[in-house]
T-cell receptor, first 115, second 109 residues
Framework: ETGVTQTPRHLVMGMTNKKSLKCEQH?????MYWYKQSAKKPLELMFV???????ENNSVPSRFSPECPNSSHLFLHLHTLQPEDSALYLC??????????????FGPGTRLTVL | GQNIDQPTEMTATEGAIVQINCSYQ??????LFWYQQHAGEAPTFLSY??LDGLEEKGRFSSFLSRSKGYSYLLLKELQMKDSASYLC??????????WGAGTKLIIKP
């Protein structure tokens, strides 16, 4: 248990569906992250929130839409996805954003399959 | 561009020692992290190096040479539970983590 939970753990959706991934951290951290992990590829940073404000958007397609309603919760809204979006989506948190020594704590991920 | 290189896969024997290398080229440097990720699970933090030298934590040690853009993770007295992927990541000048693709370590009895 890392103090970061994600739901659902597995999700299968069609290309026309709309779904949301949820992340919650119980660590009192100020920064939260969404990553995409594909097989044999490096983790890809998608979005970063610090104190509930988005600070990074690494050229992510608009079919992915993040939301951070408070410092403990992070959502990733999905719509009209493509099969190549199938991957493991990891949420992480850290004490602060922009500090070198702050390690990130990861949730178990949501395994997404787009049909 | 920014790049992290680490071997794709390594095999070692239970009880032995293994060294996993990581070479990096990044825009600036604010520290290097090692994470362990068991199949189907979350990555978990192992170590952080920002100064040159060796950091030891029980059976695991991590080494950094900033001038060479190089780090290694040393695992001693290998146990079957050490079978996992080991991820190297460097924090660049913008405090963004640049990740390697991971090294899958297979431990054989």
């Amino acid at each position: 248990e890392t103090g970061v939970t994600q739901t659902p753990r597995h999700l299968v959706m069609g290309m026309t569906n709309k779904k949301s991934l949820k992340c919650e951290q119980h660590l009192g951290h100020n920064a939260m992250y969404w990553y995409k992990q594909s097989a044999k590829k490096p983790l890809e940073l998608m979005f970063v929130y610090s104190l509930e404000e988005r600070v990074e958007n690494n050229s992510v397609p608009s079919r992915f839409s993040p939301e951070c309603p408070n410092s403990s919760h992070l959502f990733l809204h999905l719509h009209t996805l493509q099969p190549e979006d199938s991957a493991l989506y990891l949420c992480a948190s850290s004490q602060e954003y922009g500090k070198g020594s702050n390690e990130q704590f990861f949730g178990p991920g949501t395994r997404l399959t787009v049909l | 561009g920014q790049n992290i290189d680490q071997p794709t896969e390594m095999t070692a024997t239970e009880g032995a020692i293994v060294q996993i290398n990581c070479s990096y080229q990044t825009s600036g440097f604010n520290g290097l992290f090692w994470y362990q990720q068991h199949a189907g699970e979350a990555p978990t933090f192992l170590s952080y190096n920002v100064l040159d030298g060796l950091e030891e934590k029980g059976r695991f040690s991590s080494f950094l040479s900033r001038s060479k853009g190089y780090s290694y993770l040393l695992l001693k007295e290998l146990q079957m539970k050490d079978s996992a992927s080991y991820l190297c990541a460097v924090m660049d000048s913008n405090y963004q983590l640049i990740w390697g693709a991971g090294t899958k370590l297979i431990i054989k009895p």
